[in-house]
């Protein structure tokens, strides 16, 4: 089919295969894949997108079915509650069903066809029947539909019903992509904000962190108060010996040992001058 050409032209190749049901996978920028089920011609048509697929050769399951066989549809009990589901219910019956003694067909049942409704969205499954009692061997392929739009006509027409919690695959991405850039703007402001409010000046711990132990309020803040007034006067005193004076006291003191030692040495002198004399 050429892109130029709408989806309604395949309401003409039906009736030239004589065809009354259609199934259409549609894929788009090769990751997203959409499913078209419409009963034609005159409708009604459902849009899905199918997500979590797993192919057969992916799992590996230990189911088999013969092929050409016909399958039995189990349906769940939501799918006679919800009045969209009773309309896909009766859409997924009339198109996966296959009828008795169609000719190419087998005239025996030998596998499920699963339609399970949770969290908004239709699983299926295909499970091979073991044995009488209910015995299952599931086969694959597995997948989730998302109900998109139930459309009046076949592959056109009016909405009959669209899905209020429905978001595009395309939309998804870029919420995500959104997401990841503003944790990286967030981060970045973060680490300016750290730099610009970093401090320049490293401020000391309080000495004695014990006083705040086992003590109430009034003692603290009497014991702080005795550290000030201590600090205070170590301050005071501090200021009073300054350098100045410690180096004038020491000068003083080498003069005066100067002085003791000069009129030691005259004395010596004086008494040896009278020894001769005598």
């Known amino acids: 089919m050429e892109r130029t050409k709408t989806l309604a032209t395949v309401n003409d190749m039906c009736e030239m295969k004589?065809?009354?049901?259609?199934i259409l996978f549609e894929g788009r920028r090769k990751r997203d894949l959409y499913m078209w089920v419409s009963n034609i011609p005159n409708g009604p048509s459902a849009k899905f997108l199918v997500e979590n697929i797993h192919t057969m050769a992916e799992l590996k399951m230990t189911g088999n079915c013969l092929r050409g066989s016909r399958p039995l549809l189990s349906f769940d009990s939501k799918f006679d509650e919800v009045p969209?589901?009773?309309?896909?219910?009766?859409l997924f019956t009339q198109t996966f069903g296959v009828p008795n003694h169609h000719p190419k067909s087998q005239p025996f049942i030998d596998h499920v066809y699963s339609f399970t409704?949770?969290?908004r969205r239709i699983w299926f499954r295909n499970f091979q029947i073991l044995s009488e009692d209910g015995g299952l061997a599931e086969i694959g392929p597995r997948f989730v539909m998302?109900?998109?739009k139930i459309f009046?006509?076949?592959f056109t027409g009016g909405a009959l019903w669209e899905n209020p919690d429905y978001v595009s695959p395309a939309k998804q991405r870029q919420m995500l992509k959104k997401a990841a850039k503003e944790r990286y703007v967030n981060r970045i402001e973060q680490k300016v904000h750290h730099e610009a409010t970093l401090?320049?000046?490293a401020y000391e711990g309080v000495e004695y962190d014990d006083i705040f132990e086992d003590r109430d309020a009034f003692e603290t803040a009497k014991v702080l108060a005795e550290q000030a007034k201590k600090k205070a006067l170590q301050i005071q005193e501090k200021a009073k010996k300054t350098p100045k004076d410690k180096l004038t006291k020491k000068i003083k003191e080498k003069q005066l040992e100067a002085v003791k030692q000069v009129i030691e040495k005259k004395k010596e002198k004086a008494n040896k001058v009278g020894k001769k004399k005598a």
Do not use: A, F, I
Request: with cysteine; glycine share 4%; proline share 8%.
């Open 199 to 201: 401090p320049t000046k």
């Open 146 to 148: 998302n109900p998109v």
């Open 152 to 154: 009046e006509g076949s």
């Open 117 to 119: 409704y949770l969290d």
């Open 84 to 90: 969209h589901l009773k309309l896909l219910k009766e």
């Open 18 to 22: 004589h065809c009354n049901k259609s």
